[in-house]
C-alpha cells in the first residue's frame, strides 16, 4: 500500500468510531459561521478541551468550536 491509501483505510477506521468518540472540535470558515472541517474527535473533556486550547493557539483567528453531540461546549467567539 502506499501512503496516500494507507491514510484513507486509517480515517476509514475512524468514521465507524465517531459515536465512541462523543467530543467534536470544529474548525470554522473564515467567512461563515458554518463549519469547514473537523479538526479532531475525542473521548473525553480533559483531552477535548487541550485540543481545543492547541486549536486555538494553530488558528488564533479563526472560529473553534468544541461540540458533544448536538450541544456547544466552548466556543471562541464567545
Same mark, same amino acid.
Given at each position: 500500500? *502506499?501512503?496516500? %491509501? %494507507?491514510?484513507? !483505510?486509517?480515517? &476509514? &477506521?475512524?468514521?465507524? =468510531?465517531?459515536?465512541? $468518540?462523543?467530543?467534536?472540535? @470544529?474548525?470554522? +470558515?473564515? &467567512?461563515? *459561521?458554518?463549519? @469547514?472541517?473537523? #479538526?479532531? $474527535? !475525542? $473521548?473525553?473533556? *480533559? #483531552?477535548?478541551?487541550?485540543?481545543?486550547?492547541? !486549536?486555538?493557539?494553530?488558528?488564533?483567528? =479563526?472560529?473553534?468550536?468544541?461540540?458533544?453531540? +448536538?450541544?456547544?461546549?466552548?466556543? %471562541? !467567539?464567545?
Amino acid at each position: 500500500m *502506499n501512503e496516500r %491509501t %494507507t491514510k484513507i !483505510a486509517r480515517l &476509514s &477506521s475512524l468514521a465507524g =468510531r465517531q459515536d465512541q $468518540l462523543p467530543y467534536r472540535i @470544529e474548525l470554522c +470558515g473564515e &467567512s461563515e *459561521n458554518a463549519p @469547514e472541517r473537523v #479538526l479532531a $474527535l !475525542a $473521548l473525553d473533556a *480533559n #483531552l477535548a478541551r487541550a485540543i481545543f486550547r492547541a !486549536a486555538q493557539k494553530e488558528y488564533p483567528e =479563526r472560529r473553534i468550536v468544541l461540540c458533544r453531540g +448536538g450541544r456547544t461546549i466552548a466556543d %471562541t !467567539a464567545e
